[in-house]
């Protein structure tokens, strides 16, 4: 009994809760983008495995999955830059990166 | 045939467009060459065409409707931009730009001080342009579109020396009745498009038949048609608005009175004369109103101090002629009538506003008098005009006259009806006291001691040229129309040439005897009229005060802006300023007030939900996938 699906699905989805715990539950700015983060790639590997499982022609020769997973690691990455920058730049004005004490988005 | 209508269309328009636009910039001499040379332009195509028109025969192939666009085509809507160029069109485009250039070459002279020297001639040269619009639309939309364009034209014309007060209100005044005009011709075109599914006149007059004849709909089309040339052509109950347009330049006035604007509810009722036909309630209308309008306005002009104020009253009174006359199904002799009117009516007050520009300006004829060896040339022509509008043998005013006052006698005689009877008397007597008045006018500025102060100085070449052609015109303009006092047919050039138009019409048979009892009496009438005249100012003007109830009535103009103001103008206001007050300020500005509160309030509640924490929005989301996801799964 090798891989199969569900495998990849059952990962994905167990990495979605830890990362969706993680940005709704810590305090830390840097954590809750790690729980995004976390959340994106388990997106990824379901998209992988959807790929990867694919046998139904044509469909099973297209890499759309798989090239959509590369994007998203790019956009990620990006969107990590930006939000350390914000983080900083919060930092430094406010002298704290707890999200509990950061209530500035509004109106 | 050469047809040339559009560019008769175009030159003035371009012509207003230059000088609208750039005018400012320009010096006299540029500004006076793109204005004559826009409505010379006009009047050569126009000329052309006419005479093209003149040599070819048969009469029927005289008629060409050419489309330019098709501006509408919606369903069974299908309206284009098309030129109606035939006989009646070709004569009204002649009388529009020929006497048009006249008075554009005289406005030079009288406006030569004017610092809106440019905006006067872009407004002049718009003005033609309207008119040619209206009287060569081949449908009753375009129509409606030179019709209302005209009535903006006089209103900026009316009001050009928007700095006076009075100028201002009598531009007001012409707008909201040319308006109720403009209302009348609406409705009457929604149920001409109603009846009859097309606008074309070719088309709606070529589905009228014996079916049609003296419907309920066809008369309401042509009671509403009338409103609008009432109110246009200032007939009784409309007619308030043209003694103010004195106001306006008197180029304005000619231009107005003479030439264009007035004719056009003239020329409506002859070019809808196949509906008019049918409509013999409606014709009896027009007629009866055309008599009512030729006396009110005749005896009003008797005791007028004004000059312009009287020609402007002999206006309203030389239209209600010609109405008479196509209320008698003689269509041709109210063109005719228009014809030689606009002559005589352009010199007069072109004379008039020699006379005024030879005083600074000077209007009340209290203050006028011996003019005549000062002012030779403006005296022999406003002579020539005044006999002409007395209908004096063989002037141009005498013969259309005349045919007027002949067809209504044989209407009368025809019919053996009464009330044409009353309407030829009505006519006759019309003809005496516009002999009387207009001589009354004359003699008040020309003979006697002059009784002002002004220095008086003869007008410059550019004005006396125009009063010396229109005077030439005056003398002449006649022999077109009526040699049918003699009783042969190919006398009757214009009558001839306009035939084809009124091929439907049920004219009257004509009958020799009476037309020289009616043309008899007329002359004598007019002869008395300037008789009277001339026994009471041969020595020139004195004014004397008089008591008398019934000289105050007319000298007062019957009180009717007085009647007018205090029932209908005031009220109208004064609802005006309720509504301001409680309509607007109360309904309208607190409702919206009250709304914007509410609003304000409730968002401020709602604004509690944004807490701005990060944690919140991201739990708000997550909650929201999870509802989305519950739906599906349930939904299956």
Known sequence: MGLTLNHFLILGAILFCIGLYGAISKRNAIAVLMGIEIMLNAVNVTMIGFSFFNHVKPYSTYLTGQIFAIFIITVAAAEAAVALAMIIAIYRKRETVDVGEIDIMKW | ?636
Not at chain 2, 605 to 623: D, E, F, P, S
Request: net charge neutral; glycine share 10%; charged share 10%.
């Open chain 2, 1 to 636: 045939m050469l047809n040339l209508s559009l560019w008769v269309l175009l030159f003035p328009l371009l012509g207003f467009l230059i000088l609208g636009l750039v005018g400012r910039m320009m010096s006299r001499a540029v500004i006076l060459t793109v204005a004559w040379g826009a409505c010379g332009l006009a009047f050569l195509f126009a000329t052309m065409s006419f005479f093209s028109m003149l040599g070819t025969t048969p009469a029927s192939a005289r008629t060409v409707d050419q489309v330019v666009y098709t501006w509408v085509n919606s369903g069974s809507l299908h309206i284009t931009f098309g030129q109606l160029f035939d006989p009646l069109s070709a004569t009204m485009l002649m009388v529009v730009t020929g006497v048009g250039l006249l008075i554009h070459i005289y406005s030079a002279g009288y406006m030569e001080h004017d610092p809106g020297f440019w905006r006067f001639f872009s407004f002049l040269n718009f003005f033609i342009f309207a008119m040619v619009l209206l009287v060569t639309a081949d449908n009753f939309l375009f129509l409606l579109v030179g019709w209302a364009l005209v009535g903006l034209a006089s209103f900026l014309l009316i009001g050009f020396w928007y700095q006076r007060q009075a100028a201002v209100a009598a531009a007001q005044k012409a707008l909201v009745i040319n308006v109720i005009g403009d209302f009348g011709l609406l409705l009457a075109i929604f149920l001409i498009f109603n009846s009859f599914g097309s606008l074309n006149y070719h088309d709606v007059f070529g589905m009228l038949g014996s079916a049609t004849a003296g419907s309920a709909t066809i008369t309401a089309i042509c009671l509403l048609l009338f409103v609008a040339c009432a109110a246009k052509s200032a007939q009784l109950p409309l007619y308030m608005w043209l003694p103010d347009a004195m106001e306006g330049p008197t180029p304005v006035s000619a231009l107005i009175h003479a030439a264009t604007m007035v004719t056009a509810g003239v020329y409506l009722v002859a070019r809808t004369s196949p509906l008019f036909e049918q409509a013999p309630i409606a014709l009896n209308t027009v007629a009866a109103i055309g008599g009512a309008t030729a006396l009110f306005a005749a005896t009003i002009a008797l005791f007028q101090f004004d000059i312009k104020r009287v020609l402007a009253y002999s206006t309203i009174s030389q239209l209600g002629y010609m109405f008479m006359s196509e209320g008698v199904h003689n269509y041709s002799g109210g063109i005719f009538h228009l014809t030689t009117h606009a002559y005589f009516k352009a010199l007069l007050f072109l004379g008039a506003g020699a006379v005024i520009h030879a005083l600074s300006d000077e209007q009340d004829i209290r203050q006028m008098g011996g003019l005549r060896s000062r002012l030779p040339i403006t005296f022999w022509t406003f002579l020539i005009a005044a006999l002409a509008i007395s209908g004096i043998p063989p002037f141009a005013g005498f013969w259309s006259k005349d045919e007027i006052l002949s067809s209504l006698l044989v209407q009368a005689t025809n019919t053996g009806n009464l009330w044409f009877y009353i309407l030829w008397g009505t006519g006759l007597l019309t003809a005496a006291l516009t002999a009387f008045y207009m001589f009354r006018l004359l003699l008040g500025i020309f003979m006697g001691d002059y009784r002002g102060s002004e220095y008086i100085h003869e007008a410059p070449p550019v004005m006396t040229v125009p009063l010396i052609v229109l005077a030439v015109l005056s003398v002449v303009g006649g022999f077109v129309g009526s040699f049918g006092l003699i009783g042969l047919a190919r006398w009757q050039p214009l009558a001839n040439f306009l035939a084809p138009l009124f091929a439907t019409v049920h004219a009257p048979e004509v009958s020799l005897g009476w037309e020289w009892t009616s043309t008899a009496l007329s002359i004598g009438l007019a002869v008395l009229g300037i008789l009277s005249a001339w026994v009471l100012y041969r020595k020139g003007f004195a004014y004397k005060e008089n008591r008398n109830p019934l000289y105050q009535l007319v000298l007062h103009k019957y009180y009717v802006d007085e009647a007018l103001s205090l029932f209908i103008v005031q009220p109208v206001l004064a609802l005006g300023r309720a509504a301001t007050r409680w309509l607007e300020g109360g309904v309208l500005d607190g409702g919206s007030r009250n709304l914007a509160l509410l609003l304000h309030g409730t968002s401020a509640l709602l604004r509690r939900l944004q807490t701005g924490y990060v944690r919140n929005y991201a739990l708000a989301i997550l909650l929201g996938a999870v509802l989305i996801i519950v739906y599906y799964a349930v939904r299956g």
